[in-house]
């Protein structure tokens, strides 16, 4: 059985930009520098509501940036100032009850905030900072539909925003929808061809749409904008990475960390590049500098234990993926590599023990199930090695081993049949396992 992770991983949620509250400046919040917090003063006695409206909104601005729980309180205490205070206009209301509900809601009051926001539609049904604000919460709570819904109305109420678009073509990508993200991406980009954050979204889109030509071509136009921002390299790197442009990508991977030297996933995908333009030492030093900087220190030893024992250093592949497991200890993965390594070195019960641990923590682990039939088969028994395979196809049907495997137990039982339906998914993957499975099936 194979013992590695898939070569290249898609966008990350650090690598792009998702949803976010759309202000009535058309500007996102968090887009602009926030204040200074100890430039944040509280309105002076007798301000109206206004100032404490303005108040509020520096404070979301610094609780945005710095996620403090602190903050989101006291921004919701200054919107309650400013909502207890005569203010003309109906839309100013709207405005207040709408950042006040998603104060509420980035402080853990989802029900409350919800409630503020549909208060504040009735106050104004195109206010969008009510749209975008409920949008975001619908779809926090993993009502998508419901949140695309909201989403499509702001957009729709100010069709010439670029900031709505974005946050729509984001709510479509969030929801699978990668067509419609792709478009309203574009459109976005067309409104505004100096719109950073949205080329970023349409190449990691386009690239999780395997269309990674046109990704790289996004992307690039997205460097150009900003040639100091972390995203765009990134993303190059890994839409390089798939187009097995391995010098790009690990170029364009290193301006990344420089750039931002914070960010473990750059490591990682780092790494994988370096050892699939055959690197293997210059992905350990990468991993080793993820590890020293305490960034996703799980993943970097699973992955370093995953190079060393493709170099058969078994020792110091197990080694790698004990510390993995002690740092994260209910990582399956892991698990099923150290099993994988275990059954390479000849100890086999230490592979089952590993392999049992893997599947306790994620059954649907095709390759773990894999191996314990593997391992019952070196056992003898054909009962147990029958129902591990049985189960590893339950999971990922075209799993190749797993039909190879089980198509020969049912040759040998003579179950012609239900050999035949193995050998069928590997004659459909033009599998070099099919050959073999037919010679079984039909003996000369």
């Known amino acids: 059985m194979s013992n590695s992770d898939p070569s290249l991983p898609s966008q990350g949620p650090a690598d792009t930009y998702g949803l976010g509250l759309c202000l009535d400046d058309d500007t996102l919040l968090g887009e602009a520098p926030p204040a200074e917090l100890a430039a944040v003063q509280q309105p002076v006695a007798g301000s109206g509501g206004l100032a404490w409206f303005r108040h509020g909104l520096e404070l979301l601005q610094a609780a945005q940036a710095a996620d403090e729980e ?13 909502l207890d205070l005569p203010e003309s206009g109906e839309s100013f209301q709207a405005r207040a009850q709408a950042l006040r509900a998603y104060a509420m809601a980035r402080s ?74 792709i478009s309203v991406f574009r459109e976005c980009v067309k409104l505004d061809p100096g719109y950073y954050a949205a080329w970023v979204n349409l190449g990691g889109a386009l690239a999780s749409g395997r269309e990674f030509e046109a990704a790289v071509e996004a992307l690039q136009h997205a460097k150009s904008i900003r040639p100091d921002s972390r995203r765009a390299y990134t993303n190059l790197g890994i839409a390089f990475g ?22 473990g996933r750059s490591y990682i995908v780092l790494a994988l590049v370096e050892s699939c333009r055959g690197n293997d030492a210059g992905a350990i030093s990468v991993l080793n500098q993820c590890i020293d900087r ?23 592949a197990v080694a790698a993926f004990m510390m993995a497991i002690d740092i994260r200890p209910r990582y399956a993965k892991v698990y099923q590599s150290l099993g994988q390594c275990h059954m390479q070195m000849g100890n086999l019960k230490e592979a089952e023990t590993a392999l049992r641990k893997a599947v306790e923590l994620r059954p649907r682990l095709a390759d773990a199930w894999a191996c314990l039939g593997e391992l019952a088969l070196k056992a003898g028994d054909i009962d147990e090695a029958r129902r591990c395979l ?55």
């Open 294 to 316: 305490d960034l996703l220190t799980a993943k970097a030893y699973h992955n370093l234990g995953l190079i060393h024992a493709r170099l058969k250093s078994f020792h110091q």
């Open 70 to 82: 602190e903050l989101w309180s006291s921004a919701v205490e200054a919107f309650n100032r400013c």
């Open 108 to 181: 853990g009051k989802a029900e409350e905030a919800i409630s503020g926001f549909k208060a504040a539609l009735e106050v104004n049904s195109e206010c969008v900072e009510a749209l975008t604000g409920l949008g975001c919460v619908l779809a926090d709570s993993g009502k998508s539909a419901d949140a695309l819904q909201y989403f499509k109305m702001a957009s729709e109420s100010r069709p010439e925003s670029s900031p709505l678009r974005m946050t729509l073509g984001s709510m479509y990508w969030m929801s699978g929808d990668l067509s419609n993200a």
């Open 390 to 444: 049985v189960t590893v196809l339950s999971h990922e049907p075209n799993h190749e081993d797993a039909n190879a495997a089980l198509g020969i137990l049912h040759a040998d039982a003579e179950d012609k049949s239900e050999a035949l339906r193995c050998y069928r998914v590997l004659e459909e993957q033009g599998s070099r396992l099919a050959p073999v499975l037919f010679s079984k099936i039909y003996p000369e």
């Open 242 to 263: 798939r187009l097995k442009r391995w010098d790009e990508a690990a170029e364009a991977l290193q301006m990344s960390i420089q750039l931002d030297p914070d960010i």
